[in-house]
């Protein structure tokens, strides 16, 4: 676990801002010096990722909020997909450089967050199954950081051909894998906390948790026709318990290393 990810989503699983000495000393849980977590703030702090509310205290900073904005509506990422009527949200890339590789980094990152894969060289694509359609998602897409001319438009009226190469860009097994293994491994670590300290609940809570809530904001949401959507709904149910009990463990180790 590297400094900056844990101390990033600490302050992101939180609506308020969090001492040096508890950040400190959720770091030397996962192998993370003192030393190495105080330099980490402080470089976190200048790239104003973190900001400094009052003295010792930290939050979440304005460079953060597109992804705290990104990962917040995990819970209701179902109730924004709507019926599919075959057809695609497309987003043409081909006419914007690739020198910039921060720049390429963001809006890769922004497509994949959006759950589109490139269906030919600069050209990514998506089912067109979330309310709201292309307008709201464009929206959305510039909201995020792509830049404003890449072209998003709706595309219809494909081959047979192209759209079974279409659909075929989606490991679906893999995705339905993905959802089984999360389900049952929580479930799993929820029927058998109660037989760990408290350090080691907090810990292995985030780790699992931390990989789950990655994979659920990350999921590209298909629909009923390409994935058992079902399952992925019992994902998010299990998810929401689990991150609840988590959190218990957290606040419990909050207050122990508060009154160290």
Request: charged share 25%; proline share 3%; with cysteine.
């Amino acid at each position: 676990m590297k400094p900056k990810h844990l101390i990033v989503n600490l302050l992101l699983a939180t609506e308020e801002p969090i001492s040096a000495h508890i950040l400190v000393g959720v770091c030397q849980l996962f192998g993370i010096t003192p030393n190495n977590a105080r330099v980490t703030l402080a470089r976190l702090t200048a790239d104003n990722m973190v900001d400094v509310p009052q003295r010792g205290f930290y939050q979440l900073g304005q460079t953060a909020e597109p992804l705290a904005e990104a990962l917040a509506d995990w819970r209701e990422k179902e109730a924004t997909t709507c019926e599919w009527n075959q057809d695609w949200i497309g987003v043409f890339i081909g006419a914007l450089g690739r020198t910039d590789r921060t720049g390429l980094r963001r809006r890769m990152r922004v497509l994949n967050l959006a759950g589109f894969e490139e269906l030919e060289q600069g050209l990514f694509i998506r089912p067109n199954n979330l309310k709201g359609g292309v307008s709201a998602l464009r929206t959305r897409l510039y909201h995020f950081g792509l830049e404003e001319k890449a072209r998003v438009f709706s595309l219809g009226d494909l081959s047979d051909a192209e759209q079974k190469q279409a659909i075929g860009l989606w490991d679906v097994d893999a995705l339905m894998a993905t959802y089984q293994q999360d389900c049952d491994e929580m479930l799993d670590w929820l029927a058998g906390m109660d037989a760990l300290t408290l350090e080691e609940a907090a810990r292995q809570s985030f780790v699992m948790g931390d990989a789950v809530l990655r994979r659920v904001a990350y999921d590209p949401m298909l629909p009923a026709e390409m994935i058992d959507v079902a399952l992925r709904a019992k994902r998010v149910e299990i998810m929401v318990e689990y991150d609840r009990v988590g959190k218990t463990f957290f606040y419990e180790l909050y207050r122990s290393l508060s009154e160290a």
